[in-house]
Nanobody, 120 residues
Framework: QVQLVESGGGLVQPGGSLRLSCAAS????????MSWYRQSPGKERELVAT????????NYADSVKGRFTISRDNARNAVFLQMNSLKLEDTGVYYC?????????????WGRGTQVTVSS
């Protein structure tokens, strides 16, 4: 079965750091661009960061540029989000998302999410 399992969320103080992990299984990880999204109460889910299948290219929401770093390890079928200098507005549920981009059959899959709370 296809699985995307996030981990690493928790409570952190403003200015602190957290590293999220997403373990993938049940599909060909290397054909998928991977992304992190987040959703805060009362807000729509928003794209935080994306990384291409080989890790050659990344992009970030303006609100997290310079603070967050997305990376992947295809040998381990995993994607990560290093979050530094965390702010209160970074609070939300963070979701791992896979999308096939090699021209093959459509494949899109969401993880269940992990809670990140930034609070003093």
């Amino acid at each position: 079965q296809v699985q995307l399992v996030e981990s690493g969320g928790g409570l952190v103080q403003p200015g602190g750091s957290l590293r999220l992990s997403c373990a993938a299984s049940g599909f060909t990880f290397s054909t998928c661009a991977m992304s992190w999204y987040r959703q805060s109460p009362g807000k729509e889910r928003e794209l935080v960061a994306t990384i291409t299948p080989t890790g050659a290219s990344t992009n970030y929401a303006d609100s997290v540029k310079g603070r967050f770093t997305i990376s992947r390890d295809n040998a381990r079928n995993a994607v990560f989000l290093q979050m530094n200098s965390l702010k209160l507005e970074d609070t939300g549920v963070y979701y791992c998302y896979a999308r096939r981009v090699d021209g093959g059959p459509e494949f899109r899959y969401w993880g269940r999410g992990t809670q990140v709370t930034v609070s003093s």
